[in-house]
């Protein structure tokens, strides 16, 4: 069981992902990892995460092996009693289907039995705040990326009103809890786009994940000491904030058919980590600190161009919490293409702006990996405090907004 | 680990499914389940289903969490030595894989480390049988199915030349292995469709499958005396043919607005089931046996119109091997539909037109679910006999076609 309020998560807990959960199975006791501890799988309701808390669970949570990014338009975006009787619907039944329990009008309680570690995590775009009584409360950071010469985004895969990231070890769990969360909010909000994607099952590989180039992904990840202040919003610029944090969702498209082409040396050179450990090449081991003066016959081991080399932290803000998840699509029908896949690349931090901009900016004025992948989604989030029983997703921002606290507007 | 040669699979092996798997974990020793072993999870190379053997993998073997039904059309069927060379590719390859190696040429071979009880199943279609050499070699079932009124077949998911099933419980090791098992061949073959579906992860849920309606789904199987002269080949009519068998392959829509509209006691009325257990209405438990005679107050307990009563057989020969897997896509962009999601219904059976087809004929003249239910796809196949090392997949075909056993031409 994963501890959502917890938020110092160690190194280890984020970087073994689904892999610090391996400890299920008949037979198997509970196994402590550092910051966390896993049911057995054969229990009844087995694998709960607390969803009521002071943080949203899902962010700071060891990633499951599914995720589902759900963006949604409101249909009237000024109607914010309408957003209040959504965002409780949620609270509402994210909070019993996390803990194995049907959900409020459950249609298909047989599969709400199961919550394979189901978290629940909702986020609010900038257009929220267009209502009049929120318009002061958008953090600045709220809004739209400068575009990168890189990008060609699709807004196919565009900002929404609203985000909700459904993540299990169980891909009938997920459906099931996708089903209920959009099918009872479906007179208010719209599905813009399903993003779905995967990493290893529980137990099947250990360590960071890899993503679909085969490269280690992920292993630069926030040190403990430094978490919550580097992750989790501090209600400094806007109080009712205070627990949440943000969240960029890049979908960015790898190209398999040239990045194939290319041989192993240069995709190392490229990356500046070895593909078999995913050790910086001046390192044997995938955490070893890469040298970036190290050099070879007067040439830098790492090479300056590199992804590790561009995306190397300049300061101590420029630290994101990845959480990466790979996707594999069906290519479009009557495409040519042999593949559609690539990563959802997620950064949560506590300020976009300033944590993670820097890093993409330069990644976009040179990364030897652009060659081989292409951001064609964007969106950014603000991504709630957590709820309790008694104040539902969203409560401090409706406070915030001279609105009551209870009683919104059911649909 | 699972053995495909062994033509007797128990009823217990069949219906635990991804459950019979279920005692993977570190410190989990391997369990046995009658028919199957399964290895620890955290052993190199965890979960290896054999490739080469009299009959081919995925077929009796212990559903996987995961499976894709990708469908490729020849870019010239009458090409036989083409279609050769793309079986032998795929036999190399599949051999590999399934054991947790790199394929012959893999670009990623870091994501070929595990196997997670990879299989890899291939069969081919009528037009296959065009080419002037084979077309005695067709056997008399293998042909579109006739018509039925019920069906609203979408020619995107329809017949294709040729079908790799690719069943994983992990979507990492499911994604690479379709990868390279499709890029391998791209200059002979074309892929038409991907279908994708799920089941509840390994040691999530015990028992037979639930499809998304929360019915459970595949409780009638052959049973394990019949097992063998129900499901596999034996060569009568076209002797290259034997241990091989059919696949019928639906994509079953279903409709999850107008279902959940229905109250529970219609809904079990129209299954002939409770929804809790999936007992019959005339029993306690799941395998007790339906009752069509019983009734009360004058009307029969499970309606004559109810999908069981329709279903059931009429004669011994009426039995197939149902493994079927849950879809759930995203809703076609622009789409107002709240869910995309429905049932590929695979059949495995000697001979579709003797043992499926009185079946579906019966369920398309009458079945209660048919409301709620549309076959939106249709395809069928000839599941070809197993491989060894030197008889990669098709020889017997082949062979009876007086044309070489070995040195392909290879693409």
């Known amino acids: 069981m994963t501890d959502p309020q917890r ?45 009521y808390g002071r943080r949203q669970a899902g962010v700071a949570t060891a990633p499951q092996s599914h995720v589902q990014h759900i963006g949604l338009d409101l249909v009237d975006p000024g109607d914010v009693p309408t957003l209040q009787g959504v965002l409780n619907l949620w609270t509402q039944d994210a909070s019993r289907l996390t803990q194995a329990g049907p959900s ?32 002061a409360l958008r953090p600045s950071w709220l809004k739209p990326l400068p575009p990168f010469s890189i990008d060609r985004l699709d807004p196919r895969w565009g900002q929404t009103d609203l985000l909700v990231s459904i993540g299990s070890d169980d891909p009938v769990t997920l459906a099931h809890a996708t089903r209920m969360l959009t099918a009872s909010v479906r007179r208010s909000v719209r599905v813009r786009w399903v993003q779905r994607g995967f990493r290893n099952s529980p137990g099947m590989a250990s360590g960071t994940m890899r993503n679909l180039f085969g490269q280690v992904d992920g292993t630069v990840q926030p040190p403990s000491d ?21 969240l960029v969702l890049r979908r960015i498209a790898m190209n398999m058919d040239t990045w194939e082409a290319l041989d192993r040396h240069g995709r190392e050179l490229s990356v500046g980590r070895t593909l ?4 910086p090449l001046t390192g044997t081991a995938e955490f070893d600190e890469p040298d970036f003066t190290a050099s070879r016959g007067g040439i830098t081991v790492i090479p300056e161009s590199s992804h590790i080399a561009r995306a190397h932290r300049r300061s101590e803000r420029e630290q994101i919490l990845r959480r990466a998840y790979n996707y594999d699509d069906p290519p479009e029908p009557g495409s040519a ?25 330069r990644l976009a004025e040179h990364d030897d990996l ?42």
């Open 7 to 51: 938020g110092r998560v160690s190194r280890r807990t984020l970087l073994m992902g689904g892999a610090g959960l391996a400890g299920v199975g008949i037979g198997a006791a509970a196994v402590g990892v550092a910051g966390q501890v896993s049911t057995p799988a054969d229990a009844p309701g087995t694998g709960l995460v607390p969803f």
């Open 104 to 135: 409020l009008s459950d249609t298909e309680p047989e599969l709400a039995r199961t919550a394979s570690h189901l978290t629940v995590t909702v986020g609010v775009g900038d257009r929220v705040f267009r209502a009049p009584s929120l318009t």
């Open 226 to 246: 430094g978490f919550d202040s580097l992750v989790w919003n501090d209600g400094r610029e806007q109080s009712w904030l205070a627990d949440g944090t943000s």
């Open 276 to 279: 078999d450990t995913g050790a």
């Open 337 to 361: 293409d042999t593949s559609n896949s690539g990563l959802l690349f997620a950064a949560y931090q506590r300020d976009p702006v300033e944590q993670y901009l820097p890093i993409q900016a």
């Open 370 to 411: 652009n060659v081989w992948t292409t951001p064609i989604g964007s969106a950014v989030y603000a991504i709630l405090p957590g709820a309790t029983a008694s104040r539902p997703l969203g409560t401090s921002l409706f406070e915030a907004a001279g609105g009551r606290s209870g009683g919104p507007r059911q649909k």
